[in-house]
């Protein structure tokens, strides 16, 4: 069973960071693409950014310059380093993973269960 554990949320102010990691357990066989989505209260969720298994990244333009998205393979973890964090960027982050079970699978995407950050002014 395939599982995504988010941390590294909390509670700063306006202009201080926060890394956030995701690691995944289970029997994986690769990962195909990371992505971090947020959402606040009364809002739609909105894809923060996205990293592919070819390097690709991608990222809203809210966040664009301040955060920046990585991974480690080999430890199946998945990170997003956020800078300069404004009252805006108030939100429950998730993880959200596409990757294969084996060699013959198809894609499956997982969902962590989210990270509260709150960013103070």
């Known amino acids: 069973q395939v599982r995504l554990a988010e941390s590294g949320g909390g509670l700063v102010q306006a202009g201080e960071s926060l890394r956030l990691s995701c690691a995944a357990s289970?029997?994986?066989?690769?990962?195909?693409?990371v992505n971090w989505y947020r959402q606040a209260p009364g809002k739609q969720r909105e894809l923060v950014a996205g990293?592919?298994?070819?390097?690709?990244?991608n990222y809203a333009a809210s966040v664009k310059g301040r955060f920046t998205v990585s991974r480690d393979n080999a430890k199946k973890m998945a990170f997003l380093q956020m800078n300069s964090l404004k009252p805006e960027d108030t939100a429950v982050y998730s993880c959200?993973?596409?990757?294969?079970?084996?060699?013959?699978?198809?894609?499956?995407?997982?969902w962590g269960q989210g990270t509260q950050v709150t960013v103070s002014s």
């Open positions: 959200h993973v596409i990757l294969w079970l084996g060699p013959y699978d198809t894609p499956r995407q997982f």
């Open positions: 289970g029997s994986i066989f690769s990962i195909t693409a």
């Open positions: 990293l592919t298994d070819g390097g690709d990244t």
